[in-house]
């Protein structure tokens, strides 16, 4: 029996390869039902119909189910969950997934670009969590990860509304983690590195090896992240594995932040 045999799953951000949809896939392979949600309608459903033929591999019936959802609409956000229950009848699992990026320097981004970055990353995750709690509490409980990223907890060149952003998540995952412990629904976080997903295919591109090679270098593992491992961390804090684990803030990056980044300047005093 795998470790979400019985276990209903909502995802968001799950319309195009990456985190989210190696997550979903080794859910429903190991049992769950799931639902995933995003803007691209035909991503998602090509994603739907792929995790509906991993459940038949294992001779289930349909297991996953997309919906159409921006996040940072609450009322999209209330038809996923509605579309849930009324097809899967409960929520135990919540992995909000869905977020995006910008680039440029404080003077230089426009107002709205800023508040997009936390409507969709902040209040999204939000949103889903105020809506998922309560039909967790209705089971006994539940598990909500939180996708953040290293650059919630160090800062980027160019990157500071992501910055603040996934900052925002980290703390707001302690917050749910301390608030709703009573409820038995533990929340944790998982904070990427630099991962290799369709939004940064382009660093493969002959073009940018230069940048790919610089970002390696930083890497003590000496390779960028895939998403399935990223997804394989997800997937251990959704599970019992890590029932004693909640507000926790996990780091799979191959090493980035561990180091100063100062160059090795050891022969300079041998």
Request: charged share 10%; net charge neutral.
């Given at each position: 029996m795998g470790r979400f045999e019985g276990k209903v799953v909502v995802i968001t951000g799950v319309t195009r390869p990456g985190i989210g949809e190696a997550t979903a896939a080794q859910m429903v392979a190991e049992g769950a039902r799931v639902v995933i949600c995003g803007r691209g309608v035909e991503g998602g459903q090509a994603i739907e119909r792929q995790l509906n033929g991993i459940a038949a591999q294992n001779g289930k019936g349909d297991s996953a189910l997309f919906v159409p959802c921006d996040v940072a609409e609450f009322d999209q956000v209330q038809t996923v969950f509605d579309k849930t229950v009324a097809r899967f009848g409960k929520v135990d699992i919540l992995f909000n997934n869905a977020g995006i990026g910008s680039f440029g320097e404080t003077p230089d981004v426009p107002i709205e670009e800023f508040k997009r970055m936390f409507e969709v990353d902040v209040y999204g995750t939000f949103y889903c969590c105020k809506l998922a709690i309560p039909l967790m509490r209705k089971v006994g409980g539940g598990v909500i990860v939180n996708n953040a990223s290293i650059s919630g907890i160090a800062a980027d060149n160019g990157l500071h509304a992501y910055n603040a952003a996934k900052a925002a998540v980290i703390n707001y995952t302690r917050a749910l983690a301390v608030d709703h412990g009573k409820d038995n629904i533990r929340?944790?976080?998982?904070?990427?590195?630099?991962?290799?997903?369709?939004?940064?295919?382009?660093?493969?591109?002959?073009?940018?090896?230069?940048?790919?090679?610089?970002?390696?270098?930083?890497?003590?593992?000496?390779?960028?992240?895939?998403?399935?491992?990223?997804?394989?961390?997800?997937?251990?804090?959704?599970?019992?594995?890590?029932?004693?684990?909640?507000?926790?803030?996990?780091v799979v990056d191959g090493g980035m932040t561990i180091s100063t980044a100062l160059p090795d300047i050891r022969s300079a005093f041998s």
């Open positions: 929340a944790n976080a998982v904070c990427p590195g630099f991962v290799v997903a369709h939004n940064t295919q382009i660093m493969l591109e002959p073009q940018y090896a230069h940048i790919a090679d610089r970002i390696k270098a930083r890497i003590p593992l000496g390779r960028l992240g895939a998403a399935v491992d990223i997804a394989n961390v997800v997937c251990f804090l959704a599970s019992d594995q890590s029932a004693f684990m909640t507000g926790a803030t996990i």
